[in-house]
């Protein structure tokens, strides 16, 4: 009788522990769900720009000549209308070019802290033609990206690659204008 009473007394206790952990475990459920959302409305911010009267492959080019001068020598470039005539595919497409960048180092910091990161990295521009005839250039929103993974960037690496992509669009007008120049005077 004893031994029953004290294997219920056990099971009580053990129950009882499980009920408070599964507690536990549903508490810490409602941030994980919340994430979720986040990340659906983080996950579709970008920035644009227009480049007036300019061509996309000249815009593409500034840009890589740009990431230079910055010092980030990792630019690859996807042309998609070039790719589309390499592989014979026959459809009318007006000019687009993805640029991948970012170095490689930082890059690998921002997976570190979060792999699932790894799904938007290296960070990449579009260059295209909208129906109109006019170029934009659109690149992820980088303060997105960042809650999106829920990044802390301890390395300031976010602010860096911002303020590159804030240098380029305020530098394109002068790089364009001197290309106008250039073209005037030959």
Known sequence: ???????????????????KTNQKSTE?????EEKTVE???????YKMFK???????????????????????YPRFLDFQAAAQIDNVEFPMKPAVL??????????????ENPEAAVDLPFRILIYENEEGEVWVMYKDFEAFKKQFFLTDN????????KLLDGFEEKLPAY???????????
């Open 1 to 19: 009788m004893k031994k029953r009473f004290l294997w219920t007394l056990i099971l009580i206790g053990i129950l009882s522990a499980c009920e």
């Open 28 to 32: 810490n459920l409602q941030p994980v």
């Open 39 to 45: 990340k659906e409305e983080s996950a579709l911010r």
């Open 51 to 73: 480049a007036e009267d300019a061509q996309v492959g000249q815009v593409a080019n500034l840009f890589k000549d740009f990431l230079e001068e910055e010092g980030m020598y």
């Open 99 to 112: 640029v991948i960048f970012g170095h490689p180092k930082e890059m690998g910091v921002l997976i570190r």
């Open 155 to 162: 390395d300031n690496i976010i602010p860096k690659y911002e």
């Open 176 to 186: 364009l204008n001197k290309i106008k120049q250039r073209q005037a005077s030959e």
